[in-house]
């Protein structure tokens, strides 16, 4: 099993829908957690991190589940400019070295 | 404030032969990192200096990578001599605080090809 999960996707939805990824995680240690989103042939770049309150900043919002391993990121009215792949990065619990999932892909079309 | 650099930000070398990465973090992030993406895999953890120090590096593939940090600025990849699974982007990263707690930056990469 991956330390860290994601379905690849991509997800194909229109302007203002709402789209979910979720992110499972194997080390039930594991004490941070981030979605970092990845332009196409960028570096990825943070989008939020993700507290054990969950946390919102705008259309986005982020929870933590840890009795069942996962986090989620939610987008609220999706925009053309959200296309990109979203990262979930999970540190490795005992270590503070990060761990990434795949990505998930998300398409925001017209 | 100046980001996250790397150069070359692409190079393609012939098997056998040797390619030296570098990547310049934001100036006082004590930590940074370097990470290796291969084709339709995820982002892997290589190593992890703190200033100069290696702090961890069981990312490390094999000994045919070298890191260095000299002076705790600017480090440097050295892969010699290259086969041709060491081809991929070799991301850079940087933070303040160690990157499993706070945001690390990353730079735009280094697109390797190993033909």
């Known amino acids: 099993r991956k330390e860290v999960e994601q379905d690849p996707g991509p997800f194909n939805v229109p302007e203002g829908a709402t789209v979910a990824f979720n992110c499972t995680y194997s080390n039930s240690a594991s004490q941070s957690f981030f979605w970092y989103r990845q332009d196409c042939r960028k570096e990825p770049k943070l989008l939020m991190s993700?507290?054990?309150s969950g946390n919102e900043d705008g259309r986005f919002t982020a929870q933590l589940n840890r009795a069942s391993q996962y986090i989620s990121l939610l987008i609220r009215d999706s925009k053309l400019s959200d296309s990109a792949t979203y990262l979930c990065?999970?540190?490795?619990?005992?270590?503070?070295?990060?761990?990434f999932g795949r990505g998930t892909s998300l398409i925001v079309h017209p | 404030e100046a980001g996250v650099t790397q150069f070359p930000s692409h190079s393609v070398i012939e098997k056998g032969q040797t390619v030296t990465l570098r990547c310049d973090p934001i100036?006082?992030?004590?930590?940074l990192y370097w990470y290796r993406r291969v084709m339709g895999k995820e982002i892997k953890f290589l190593l992890h200096f703190v200033k100069e120090s290696k702090q961890d590096e069981s990312g490390m593939p094999n000994n045919r990578f070298l890191a260095e940090r000299t002076g705790g600025t600017y480090s440097t990849l050295k892969v010699q001599p290259a086969e041709l699974e060491d081809s991929g982007v070799y991301f850079c990263?940087?933070?303040?605080?160690?990157?499993?707690?706070?945001?690390?930056?990353f730079g735009p990469g280094t697109r390797l090809t190993v033909t």
């Open positions: 993700v507290y054990s």
């Open positions: 100036s006082g992030h004590d930590n």
């Open positions: 990065v999970v540190n490795g619990g005992g270590s503070y070295i990060p761990t």
């Open positions: 990263a940087s933070s303040q605080g160690l990157a499993g707690v706070e945001e690390q930056y």
